[in-house]
């Protein structure tokens, strides 16, 4: 065996490695090192042949790998000889391609009958579609045994048999990108894991957490609940689901792809990834928004669903998607922009974090459903966020509309009882009025689009709902001819003030009429409509 000195790694370009290999060499068993540099963002392989199974399992633990891997951008990968040989009898492309004869920088040489490949692709195709075909028929087991539980009924089997397909696709997944698999961690670690060598997995999977993912979730409680012969009712995901798989499923396909023409070519391919969000003419106007909303928040996509033009001002729809953005800050951020734009354009903003969208597609779905579209994207800080898991089929339905529509409804009378006292007495009725129009709005939007919004400021609301219904603007005119500038009058009284009241009969009189007419339309919308039937008229 050569000494430590002897030897160099000049192919490594790394001598904090180089000084490693030295020591490995001298204190174990090795008895081959390959080195296969990748190019652009990819990582490097290094495969290190040992003679001893325990030596690679001990090594592949070591903290220096993890080092080596996070500054050096190299995978290190501890195998030991029988299990090499047997991957190579099975035609591994993963072994296949990086443990060929010229990514050989250090044998011993006295191990005995060493592995070199130098077989030609011809003398290789047989092998390497038996691997592929092994694949194939195990995962058309998997499937069908999925879609055998799912014509039986039985929900919680569904989701713990497409969570083995799933751990299966990774499995492979796995093998295919860094020549081991990770068994022995959870489902949220083996895909987190993924990330770096697959980052368009991150499409497939919605966070609950920084580490951890919705569907996965999903499968632990389904889990639980089979443990406590209780049955979660969720039918909808399964299309979800299985989307999920198959793009897994896909994944390892163009894996297989990718790896049969490197081995032919034993050479990598140039890859560019480029990403171009918008390729729509420039809007200087959005720009400048897009511009002020990531001064301000740390935004994983902006959606631009709607766009009204009405007189000379065009107001812009914005599905803001991220975390931490409240409604005081979006209040403030339209400040901002309506400063810049001198009254000529206004923008009705709304945001919600991935996971809260995911959580509530249950009732909300089909509102944004209709807004997360390719063609509404104006932009995206990567170009692998998680794609939603939508409901398949979804049946909306109107929960908790009852509690909406008579807050509404007892708010309005409420207004009424102290407009027609005899005494005149208006004191609170500023916030009354106020609290009526905030619940006429939200109940509005969700009875005509299933979403129902945070209590965002008052205009915003109004603006919802013309994007709800385009119909309600035909009431524009009250607000217009109200005696005071209308909105920021209630945002003013969204909050109790301890004083007298300072109203005159007149603006009463005009607020009366506004209640009236907007709660006509509320009561022909959900009472008319038969929406409540058996809602109890005061």
């Known amino acids: 065996m050569k000494t430590s000195k002897k030897l160099s790694f000049p192919k490594l370009e790394n001598e904090f490695l180089e000084n490693i290999l030295r020591q490995l ?65 099975m035609g591994h492309p993963f072994i296949e391609f990086y443990c060929y004869d010229s990514a050989l920088i250090y044998q011993n040489e006295d ?39 799912i014509s039986e009924g039985f929900s919680n089997s569904v989701f713990t048999s497409y969570a083995r397909v799933i751990e299966y696709d990774l499995e492979y997944l796995e093998e ?46 389904a889990k639980e609940a089979t443990a406590d012969d209780d049955v979660i009712y969720r039918n909808e995901m399964y299309k979800a689901v299985g989307i999920v798989e198959q793009s897994l499923y896909r994944l390892i396909e163009e894996r297989f792809g990718e790896l049969k023409k490197l081995i032919k070519k034993r050479y990598f391919e140039k890859r560019e990834v480029s990403f171009q969000v918008d390729e729509k003419p420039k ?39 991220g975390n931490g953005i409240g409604n005081e800050k979006l209040i403030s951020i339209i400040q901002s922009l309506k400063s810049k734009m001198v ?43 998680p794609e939603f898991h939508w409901e398949v089929p979804h049946n909306p339905y109107h929960a908790d509309l009852y509690f909406y529509y008579k807050s509404a409804k007892d708010s309005a009378l409420q207004f009424c009882a102290v407009v027609n006292n005899t005494k005149e007495n ?52 009250l607000t217009e001819q109200f005696w005071t500038d209308f909105f920021p009058y209630l945002d003013k009284h969204m909050n109790l003030y301890h004083k007298l009241s300072m109203l005159k009969k007149n603006e009463v009189d005009q607020m009366t009429v506004i209640v009236e007419k907007l709660m006509y339309e509320l009561d022909n919308l959900v009472i008319e409509g038969r929406l409540l039937t058996n809602f109890e008229q005061d």
């Open 176 to 221: 295919l990108y860094s020549g081991n698999t990770s068994t022995s961690l959870n489902l949220n670690d083996r895909i987190n894991n993924l990330i770096q060598y697959i980052p368009e997995i991150q499409k497939y999977f919605v966070r609950n957490s920084h580490n951890k993912y919705y569907l996965t979730d999903l499968f632990v409680k």
């Open 426 to 477: 208006y004191c609170g009725l500023d916030a009354l009025f106020t609290l009526f129009f905030l619940s006429f709005c939200r109940t509005y939007i969700f009875v005509k689009t299933f979403y129902l919004p945070h209590y965002l400021s008052s205009q915003a609301l109004w603006e919802l709902c013309i994007y709800a219904d385009a119909d309600i603007r035909k009431c524009n005119y």
């Open 283 to 321: 809007n200087i106007i959005l720009d400048l928004a897009i511009e002020t909303i990531l001064k301000s928040f740390k935004v994983e996509q902006i959606y631009l669903y709607h766009q009204i033009v009405y007189g000379e001002k065009t107001t812009y729809y914005l599905l803001i998607i």
């Open 343 to 385: 009254g000529k354009y206004d923008f009705v903003l709304i945001s919600h974090n991935r996971n809260w969208i995911q959580k509530s597609l249950y009732q909300c779905q089909s509102f944004f459903y209709n807004i997360i579209q390719d063609k509404y994207l104006i932009y995206s800080s990567s170009p692998y966020h």
């Open 111 to 149: 191990s005995v009958n060493p592995l070199i490949i130098t077989r030609d692709w011809g003398k290789y195709k047989k092998k390497f579609n038996e691997f592929v075909e092994c694949f194939y028929h195990d995962h058309d087991l998997y499937k069908v045994q999925v879609q055998n539980i």
């Open 25 to 89: 060499v001298n204190q174990y068993s090795v008895v081959q090192i390959f080195f296969t540099k990748q190019e652009l963002s990819l990582n490097s392989h290094l495969v290190i042949n040992l003679e001893k199974k325990i030596d690679a399992e001990q090594l592949q633990m070591t903290k220096w790998v993890k080092k080596v891997k996070n500054f050096y951008q190299i995978d290190v990968y501890f195998i030991y000889s029988g299990k090499l040989r047997h991957r190579m009898s």
